[in-house]
């Protein structure tokens, strides 16, 4: 094994073992665990080192505030909407991810959306790495008004999606289907 093989072996070990969660228990990291995690994300590459990007930890009744709202952009009302608004509550702790594109001339915002993603990616990662059960959810909906209001984000601020959070069964671990790189990979 090459050098550069044996000192991305755990990384990639890591990379290899993650897989979604949509179901976890109470369970959750404490804020200075999520801290130490993000602090970790904070490191994915960033051109000009904009930091363009923000994120909400949700935790006890914000997680309803905001399906409330989620439930409301799906058009639900009465029971619908309230079995909607509960859809936060299938994990203790979210975490809505936002790009807060800066001013810069050489960084486009499409790129720092980009940023921004990577930087979910990354924590997933760490959290799925540290032993929490963690999935990445998106929809039609993440850039609805009401989703935004109940986010208070800033004009120039996009949802990207949230990270559901929650206590993870290691005996629930199934082995990845694995791509085929090859696939993946060509010249010119």
């Known amino acids: 094994m090459s050098h550069a093989s044996a000192t991305a072996a755990p990384v990639r070990e890591a990379a290899l073992r ?66 909607g608004a509960r859809r936060l509550l299938r994990a203790p702790l979210v975490i809505a991810v936002v790009s807060s594109p800066r001013s810069s001339s050489k960084v486009p915002e499409w790129e720092q959306e980009s940023v921004t993603s990577g930087v979910a990616h990354l924590l997933s990662l760490l959290l799925d790495e540290a032993g929490w059960g963690v999935f990445w959810r998106t929809g ?6 009401k989703v935004a209001k109940a986010h208070k984000l800033s004009k ?21 289907k694995l791509i085929d790189a090859a696939d993946f990979i060509g010249g010119l």
């Open 18 to 83: 993650r897989r979604s969660r949509s179901r976890v228990n109470d369970e959750s990291p404490t804020r200075a665990e999520l801290l130490e995690l993000v602090t970790a994300a904070g490191t994915v590459a960033d051109h000009s080192g904009l930091r363009p990007w923000r994120l909400i930890e949700l935790r006890g009744d914000d997680r309803l505030t905001v399906g409330r709202a989620l439930a409301k952009a799906c058009g639900a009302r009465g029971d619908k909407a309230d079995r």
């Open 156 to 176: 120039n601020e996009k949802l990207l999606g949230w990270l559901y959070v929650g206590g993870s069964n290691e005996a629930d671990r199934k082995p990845r």
């Open 140 to 145: 039609s909906h993440t850039r609805d008004k």
